[in-house]
């Protein structure tokens, strides 16, 4: 089945919907089919690509593959000039305990760097301004202090 939300259903009023044959339903009513369909939402960017699929697919790739070497450039662990054909998306929570499929939640490494974080104690976040951000564990930096990847950001 097919739920479709015409717009002049929506400025009418918010949160109704329209099956694929035309009957009329509450918000609730399509959150409901929605969640017995196993319909996932996905975050779409300017031309309907793909950036946020939730927990929908564990691989990244295709239009969220391409924002993401966008933003990276290449691989984005401090100090690596290793362009993005060499590179492996990376989730910084791991699917395995929840993270999701989404370009807030995806770092580009390169294979050594991916490893590297597989299997120290160097961990990855996004700062505040969307950029990843390299905690070094203690035995690098006593201190942790976070490190950026600038090289790929050069103008």
């Known amino acids: 089945m097919v739920v479709t939300v015409p717009y002049d259903v929506v400025t009418r009023s918010l949160g109704a919907g329209v099956t694929d044959t035309g009957t009329p339903i509450t918000a609730e009513q399509a959150r409901m089919l929605a969640c017995d369909a196993r319909i996932v939402p996905a975050v779409l960017g300017g031309q309907g690509q793909v950036l946020d699929l939730g927990r929908s697919r564990r691989l990244i790739s ?3 593959h391409r924002a ?23 989730h910084i929570v791991p699917w395995s305990r929840g993270g999701i499929t989404s370009l807030d939640n995806a770092v ?4 050594f760097h991916h490893r590297l974080l597989h299997r120290t104690a160097w961990q990855v976040r996004l700062g505040h301004d969307g950029f990843p951000v390299f905690v070094p564990p203690r035995h690098v930096d006593r201190h942790r202090r976070p490190r950026r990847n600038l090289y790929h950001r050069r103008t």
């Open 62 to 64: 295709g239009p969220l």
């Open 68 to 90: 993401l070497v966008l933003r990276d450039g290449g691989c984005a662990f401090p100090g690596c000039d290793r362009p993005p054909r060499w590179c492996e998306a990376h």
């Open 108 to 111: 580009l490494l390169c294979g």
